[in-house]
């Protein structure tokens, strides 16, 4: 059985490192639209017809289960592929909720911050205005961010001034978690976490994505026979990029069982 993997790049690759940490008993497939990335920056019609190329090829080379692992790319495609084929098919959202939830007793305003494209789409208002009853979430675009982990700029020198700068217009004593809700931004939870102060929670949605996936196999009846072996693709088909994804899944990889280690 062969899971599929699908971004507009190297985001989706934070969700299928955590998949490969809690179903290591599946394959992979894992395909990027390099043709077109950034998806932030597309018309919703755009990026609905990118995605629906990438997947009908991803079709074709047998997958059991699809994830889209990209907040923007669900937002627009996810109820129309769900309707095209008869596959689980799983997407991603900002961990909204959870974040809500947890800032419930502190008082505290919850910073969501994703892609321009996603944070102004329906999908997003109508979560928002589900689980906001008090009114204490806040929105941050934060588009460079995409194109500095396409080019794996993860040098805290680069990264600590344009986070200061971003967040430089919000007073984080007030706020008490901060959702990465794009599939790019997790690759900089470390670097967030060395310079937000203590009381700021950093959440995103891979977790509860891969737990929302585990569930959906058991419901269909598909059992992990694999080794968790990963196939990468590329819509381009560049020999450069699907080595930049392999160094890009070691390095989160590494850094999420870094985190694992430090909880033990």
Not at 213 to 219: D, G, I, P, Q, V
């Given at each position: 059985m062969t899971i599929g993997f699908f971004d507009s790049g190297l985001g989706g690759l934070s969700v299928l490192a955590e998949?490969?940490?809690?179903?290591?008993?599946?394959d992979y497939l894992y395909m990027a639209d390099t043709l077109h990335v950034p998806y932030g920056s597309k018309t919703n019609a755009e990026v609905k017809e990118y995605v629906f190329q990438a997947v009908e090829r991803m079709?074709?080379?047998?997958?059991?289960?699809l994830v889209v692992a990209c907040n923007t790319a669900t937002s627009i495609a996810v109820e129309d592929l769900r309707a095209m084929y008869d596959l689980p098919i799983v997407g991603m959202e900002p961990a909204v909720k959870p974040a809500?939830?947890?800032?419930?007793?502190?008082?505290?305003?919850?910073?969501v911050t994703a892609t321009l494209l996603t944070l102004t789409m329906p999908r997003y208002y109508a979560l928002v205005n589900r689980v906001d009853e008090g009114g204490i979430v806040d929105s941050l675009p934060l588009p460079e961010l995409v194109h500095y982990c396409e080019n794996l700029q993860f040098d805290p020198d680069v990264m600590v001034p344009y986070f200061q700068?971003?967040?430089a217009?919000?007073?984080l004593d007030d706020y008490g978690i901060i959702v990465l809700g794009c599939t790019h931004y997790p690759f900089y939870a470390d670097?967030?976490?060395s310079m937000l102060p203590p009381h700021i929670g950093i959440v995103d949605g891979n977790a509860?994505?891969?737990r929302r996936l585990s569930a959906l196999l058991n419901r269909f009846g598909i059992a992990g026979s694999g080794s968790g072996s990963v196939t990468f693709r590329c819509m381009g088909n560049e020999p450069a990029y699907l080595d930049k994804m392999q160094t890009a899944l070691a390095f989160i990889s590494e850094r999420l069982?870094?985190?694992e280690n430090s909880k033990n």
């Amino acid at each position: 059985m062969t899971i599929g993997f699908f971004d507009s790049g190297l985001g989706g690759l934070s969700v299928l490192a955590e998949s490969l940490r809690k179903l290591p008993d599946q394959d992979y497939l894992y395909m990027a639209d390099t043709l077109h990335v950034p998806y932030g920056s597309k018309t919703n019609a755009e990026v609905k017809e990118y995605v629906f190329q990438a997947v009908e090829r991803m079709m074709a080379e047998g997958i059991d289960a699809l994830v889209v692992a990209c907040n923007t790319a669900t937002s627009i495609a996810v109820e129309d592929l769900r309707a095209m084929y008869d596959l689980p098919i799983v997407g991603m959202e900002p961990a909204v909720k959870p974040a809500v939830e947890m800032n419930r007793a502190t008082g505290k305003r919850v910073l969501v911050t994703a892609t321009l494209l996603t944070l102004t789409m329906p999908r997003y208002y109508a979560l928002v205005n589900r689980v906001d009853e008090g009114g204490i979430v806040d929105s941050l675009p934060l588009p460079e961010l995409v194109h500095y982990c396409e080019n794996l700029q993860f040098d805290p020198d680069v990264m600590v001034p344009y986070f200061q700068s971003k967040l430089a217009p919000y007073n984080l004593d007030d706020y008490g978690i901060i959702v990465l809700g794009c599939t790019h931004y997790p690759f900089y939870a470390d670097i967030l976490r060395s310079m937000l102060p203590p009381h700021i929670g950093i959440v995103d949605g891979n977790a509860g994505t891969v737990r929302r996936l585990s569930a959906l196999l058991n419901r269909f009846g598909i059992a992990g026979s694999g080794s968790g072996s990963v196939t990468f693709r590329c819509m381009g088909n560049e020999p450069a990029y699907l080595d930049k994804m392999q160094t890009a899944l070691a390095f989160i990889s590494e850094r999420l069982e870094a985190r694992e280690n430090s909880k033990n």
